[in-house]
């Protein structure tokens, strides 16, 4: 049952007989289908179109279960080879954790903050100009199109050895995904509070701090979060480059032949990032709560007429909130005791996380004297003793790679995520089975993934692509579950009480109003797969990943910047294609 069926059923009721007893036309007849324009008809052939090449891609891949239970003899070989499991003493261990963490809480916040103002001018209805927005997406495009393993390898170079090198190129890679999801964020407000800040007299910043912040914060600080989740399981990688932290222990160990020790610290980032999960998704669930009319829970404080957790919140508002007076002195409730405790953890946190990187604040004055010479071995890009055809062909091998891991993502994750979403799953237990899931896929770092599935499956595309799927199926199941989660559930209230079914109310409420978020995230997670395919080459997993490693690894850095530059234009015809299907299908 759609929601016209439901509105036609019902006015037919109230009629008191059948629709066609009645004087005057259906709804169907007085409103016309409204035609399906040209444009929305070339986005959906490109989608389809995307889907298909997809599909071509995974046969080309040549996925075969059979061979891979076949060689899983190689596994047992390599198994034991390593022997048990070994850890670094204690201490150290303990000391590597607690240096990761720091370098990728500060790196994520140094991103956040600088995501602001890049997102501000980002977005559609807020920005002075279109040359500002189409500035702000192209800074956003380039900092998501570097991938953080070379902007490592270029601050290695700039900085002495030890955590700002990984912070910076952290920092700076981060910047393309918060700012685009947060600019995505601001172009879907309701424009009525900040137009009534606007038509009053208020300026841009109060316009932006009181009527488009408040919309806009639980996302931005969902995807900060988020953005942390993945950060921390990019950090095995930069340890290849010599950033400080546990990528780095296990890179000297893989390097070594020490496999156990290797593999040990692997468990270990593996434990670590699904502690991560747990935290933020605990951060982000208090933050948003649990609410039946509300999207945030900034629209709790500010109305809270309209809280789920009290229908009769008109009468039962708080003797404090009477008026500003006795709101100035509004007494220590246990709730905002602990609202209070959480903030004062959330500054020690990151003073601590500061602390523990141990930054050479030197280096930000010191390193501008090193960056002619360090700029001067990236330009001018030049394939060097690669051929341009290899290396375009490389580049589209990667490219298949990303579109084969994104179709097979695609159809797990929308299940994992609509069970995990509150408002779509059948039961709690169902919807926790599904998070507990999505969680211990994504604890999973790609790399580590991949390094295990080369052992089992040998060099070639087929690791990397089953790596990235497998990883994407976590990422992409989350942003689905959390978007269904903050769809209007005005609609889907209104189909149950008509006696629509759960299915019903999903496939004509909630799925229609998460549609534009949906082929958001699809795209955002081909993005994302083209730059972890290029680095999923390094450890062998097919594409241009493996040139990328020799060139890094025989200094030659104008190959590097080659190589760059087509993950670059790779990146930014994905971002013109996603910018183009949210506008048509908004």
């Given at each position: 049952?759609?929601?016209?069926?439901?509105?036609?059923?019902?006015?037919?009721?109230?009629?008191?007989?059948?629709?066609?007893?009645?004087?005057?036309?259906?709804?169907?007849?007085r409103a016309p289908r409204r035609?399906?324009?040209?444009?929305?008809?070339?986005?959906?052939?490109?989608?389809?179109?995307?889907?298909?090449?997809?599909?071509?891609?995974?046969?080309?891949?040549?996925?075969?279960?059979?061979?891979?239970?076949?060689?899983?003899?190689?596994?047992?070989?390599?198994?034991?080879?390593?022997?048990?499991?070994?850890?670094?003493?204690?201490?150290?261990?303990?000391?590597?954790?607690?240096?990761?963490?720091?370098?990728?809480?500060?790196?994520?916040?140094?991103?956040?903050?600088?995501?602001?103002?890049?997102?501000?001018?980002?977005?559609?209805?807020?920005?002075?100009?279109?040359?500002?927005?189409?500035?702000?997406?192209?800074?956003?495009?380039?900092?998501?199109?570097?991938?953080?393993?070379?902007?490592?390898?270029?601050?290695?170079?700039?900085?002495?050895?030890?955590?700002?090198?990984?912070?910076?190129?952290?920092?700076?890679?981060?910047?393309?995904?918060?700012?685009?999801?947060?600019?995505?964020?601001?172009?879907?407000?309701?424009?009525?509070?900040?137009?009534?800040?606007?038509?009053?007299?208020?300026?841009?910043?109060?316009?932006?701090?009181?009527?488009?912040?408040?919309?806009?914060?639980?996302?931005?600080?969902?995807?900060?979060?988020?953005?942390?989740?993945?950060?921390?399981?990019?950090?095995?990688?930069?340890?290849?480059?010599?950033?400080?932290?546990?990528?780095?222990?296990?890179?000297?160990?893989?390097?070594?032949?020490?496999?156990?020790?290797?593999?040990?610290?692997?468990?270990?980032?593996?434990?670590?990032?699904?502690?991560?999960?747990?935290?933020?998704?605990?951060?982000?669930?208090?933050?948003?709560?649990?609410?039946?009319?509300?999207?945030?829970?900034?629209?709790?404080?500010?109305?809270?007429?309209?809280?789920?957790?009290?229908?009769?919140?008109?009468?039962?508002?708080?003797?404090?909130?009477?008026?500003?007076?006795?709101?100035?002195?509004?007494?220590?409730?246990?709730?905002?005791?602990?609202?209070?405790?959480?903030?004062?953890?959330?500054?020690?946190?990151?003073?601590?996380?500061?602390?523990?990187?141990?930054?050479?604040?030197?280096?930000?004055?010191?390193?501008?004297?090193?960056?002619?010479?360090?700029?001067?071995?990236?330009?001018?890009?030049?394939?060097?003793?690669?051929?341009?055809?290899?290396?375009?062909?490389?580049?589209?091998?990667?490219?298949?790679?990303?579109?084969?891991?994104?179709?097979?993502?695609?159809?797990?994750?929308?299940?994992?995520?609509?069970?995990?979403a509150r408002n779509v799953a059948?039961?709690?237990?169902?919807?926790?089975?599904?998070?507990?899931?999505?969680?211990?896929?994504?604890?999973?770092?790609?790399?580590?993934?991949?390094?295990?599935?080369?052992?089992?499956?040998?060099?070639?595309?087929?690791?990397?692509?089953?790596?990235?799927?497998?990883?994407?199926?976590?990422?992409?199941?989350?942003?689905?579950?959390?978007?269904?989660?903050?769809?209007?559930?005005?609609?889907?209230?209104?189909?149950?009480?008509?006696?629509?079914?759960?299915?019903?109310?999903?496939?004509?409420?909630?799925?229609?109003?998460?549609?534009?978020?949906?082929?958001?995230?699809?795209?955002?997670?081909?993005?994302?797969?083209?730059?972890?395919a290029t680095i999923l080459g390094?450890?062998?997993?097919?594409?241009?990943?493996?040139?990328?490693?020799?060139?890094?690894?025989?200094?030659?850095?104008?190959?590097?910047?080659?190589?760059?530059?087509?993950?670059?234009?790779?990146?930014?015809?994905?971002?013109?294609?996603?910018?183009?299907?949210?506008?048509?299908?908004?």
């Open positions: 049952m759609t929601a016209l069926d439901a509105s036609t059923d019902s006015a037919a009721t109230r009629g008191g007989g059948s629709s066609h007893q009645g004087s005057g036309p259906t709804v169907a007849e035609p399906i324009s040209p444009e929305r008809i070339a986005a959906s052939l490109t989608l389809i179109a995307l889907v298909v090449l997809g599909i071509l891609a995974v046969r080309d891949v040549d996925i075969s279960i059979p061979a891979m239970v076949q060689s899983w003899g190689n596994a047992e070989n390599f198994m034991a080879r390593v022997g048990g499991l070994s850890f670094p003493a204690p201490g150290d261990l303990a000391w590597l954790i607690a240096l990761t963490v720091g370098l990728v809480l500060v790196g994520t916040l140094l991103a956040a903050v600088l995501s602001v103002p890049i997102a501000y001018l980002a977005a559609s209805n807020t920005t002075p100009g279109n040359g500002w927005r189409a500035a702000a997406r192209f800074i956003g495009v380039l900092t998501r199109a570097l991938p953080d393993v070379v902007l490592a390898m270029a601050f290695v170079l700039m900085f002495s050895l030890g955590t700002l090198p990984g912070i910076l190129a952290i920092g700076i890679h981060s910047i393309g995904m918060i700012s685009k999801m947060f600019a995505d964020a601001i172009e879907q407000i309701d424009e009525g509070p900040r137009l009534a800040i606007r038509a009053a007299g208020g300026s841009k910043m109060q316009e932006f701090t009181s009527g488009i912040l408040p919309q806009v914060l639980p996302s931005w600080v969902a995807t900060v979060l988020h953005r942390n989740d993945i950060n921390l399981r990019g950090s095995v990688v930069l340890g290849y480059v010599g950033v400080a932290g546990l990528g780095l222990e296990m890179s000297y160990a893989f390097k070594s032949l020490n496999y156990g020790k290797g593999l040990g610290i692997a468990l270990v980032i593996f434990i670590l990032c699904v502690a991560m999960e747990i935290v933020s998704s605990m951060v982000r669930g208090a933050m948003l709560g649990e609410q039946a009319h509300t999207r945030s829970w900034i629209d709790r404080i500010l109305h809270p007429r309209l809280s789920s957790r009290s229908a009769s919140a008109a009468v039962g508002r708080p003797a404090w909130a009477a008026s500003p007076q006795t709101a100035v002195r509004r007494p220590w409730t246990a709730q905002r005791v602990r609202h209070t405790i959480a903030g004062v953890v959330a500054v020690l946190v990151v003073i601590g996380s500061v602390v523990v990187s141990q930054i050479n604040w030197m280096d930000l004055i010191t390193f501008w004297a090193k960056l002619p010479e360090v700029a001067g071995k990236f330009w001018p890009p030049s394939f060097g003793n690669y051929d341009a055809s290899a290396m375009f062909q490389a580049m589209r091998e990667t490219v298949a790679i990303a579109l084969a891991a994104t179709v097979l993502t695609l159809l797990p994750s929308l299940l994992l995520g609509s069970l995990a059948p039961s709690s237990g169902a919807r926790g089975t599904a998070r507990l899931l999505l969680v211990g896929i994504r604890g999973i770092p790609e790399l580590i993934l991949a390094i295990v599935l080369v052992v089992i499956t040998g060099l070639g595309a087929q690791a990397g692509v089953i790596a990235l799927a497998i990883g994407g199926i976590g990422l992409l199941g989350k942003l689905i579950a959390d978007s269904f989660e903050e769809v209007d559930r005005g609609p889907e209230r209104a189909l149950r009480a008509v006696g629509a079914t759960r299915l019903q109310t999903y496939t004509s409420a909630t799925v229609p109003q998460g549609m534009q978020a949906l082929i958001g995230h699809s795209f955002y997670m081909l993005d994302t797969n083209i730059r972890a390094i450890v062998g997993g097919g594409g241009v990943g493996y040139y990328l490693l020799n060139a890094s690894q025989g200094s030659r850095y104008e190959t590097v910047t080659a190589i760059v530059l087509m993950i670059l234009a790779t990146v930014l015809v994905v971002e013109g294609l996603a910018m183009w299907m949210r506008k048509v299908f908004r």
